[in-house]
Nanobody
Framework: QVQLVESGGGLVQAGGSLRLSCVFS????????VGWIRQAPGKEREFVAG????????DSSDAVKGRFTISRDNAKNTVYLQMYSLRPEDTAVYFC????????????????????WGRGTQVTVSS
């Protein structure tokens, strides 16, 4: 059974930085594409960033492009989300999600495409 455990969230002032981590277990990590999806109170889930199984392809939403970077270390079964220049509107619960992608070196941007989800980590940005 695939398990995803997020960490690294917290309270930070606007303009600050955080790095989220997501540790994957239960299957062969390098077979899975991974994404970060966030959900603010009263809002829909929102794709933030994704990385292909190989790590060679990444994508991010326009809202975070240039501020957030996703990466993965297949030797450590871990995906990271480095967040810079945080804004109050980045406040949300951040979820790590995974989907087996076979040989397709693809980034999935639709949250509904992901099969496995972590429990999330809270990020709060104060103004």
């Amino acid at each position: 059974q695939v398990q995803l455990v997020e960490s690294g969230g917290g309270l930070v002032q606007a303009g600050g930085s955080l790095r989220l981590s997501c540790v994957f277990s239960g299957r062969t990590f390098s077979s899975y594409a991974v994404g970060w999806i966030r959900q603010a109170p009263g809002k829909e889930r929102e794709f933030v960033a994704g990385v292909s199984w190989s790590g060679s392809r990444t994508d991010s939403s326009d809202a975070v492009k240039g501020r957030f970077t996703i990466s993965r270390d297949n030797a450590k079964n871990t995906v990271y989300l480095q967040m810079y220049s945080l804004r109050p509107e980045d406040t949300a619960v951040y979820f790590c999600a995974a989907k087996t992608s076979g040989t397709f070196n693809y980034v999935y941007k639709d949250p509904d495409e992901y099969t496995y989800w972590g429990r999330g980590t809270q990020v709060t940005v104060s103004s």
